[in-house]
């Protein structure tokens, strides 16, 4: 799976889902919260207990768009120097664990 186009990857996920009568598992966590290194061995333990995708937040601090959970590990993994680039390099190291779906504003890429 690996190998396999990013959307190939997600398509080959739901498939096995349905293939196997059940809908799948998607999780949500907030990279660099608390740290990269904690949300680094979440995802593996998450993928290996049987995540079939995960969206993966870039931290954004925007308190009237997100809700007081995400906005708050969003203002953790800033303060604890969380980057774009940083989650960009999460999602190359552990790509080939789960499908990851990267979850973003506008802001933070045109910045």
């Known amino acids: 799976m690996g190998d396999a186009p990013a959307l190939d990857r997600l398509s080959q996920r739901f498939q096995e889902a349905s293939r196997h009568a059940r809908t799948a598992l998607i999780g949500y966590l907030v990279a660099g919260d608390p740290d990269l290194k904690t949300t680094e061995m979440v995802i593996a333990a998450v993928a290996g207990a049987g995540l079939d995708v995960l969206e993966l937040g870039i931290p954004y601090g925007d308190p009237l768009a997100d809700g007081p959970t995400i906005a708050a590990a969003g203002q953790r993994a800033l303060a604890s120097g969380t980057t ?14 789960v499908p990851i779906i990267l979850f973003t504003y506008f802001n933070p890429v045109y910045q």
Do not use: N
């Open 84 to 97: 774009i680039e940083a989650c960009f390099g999460l999602v190359e190291r552990l790509q080939h664990l």
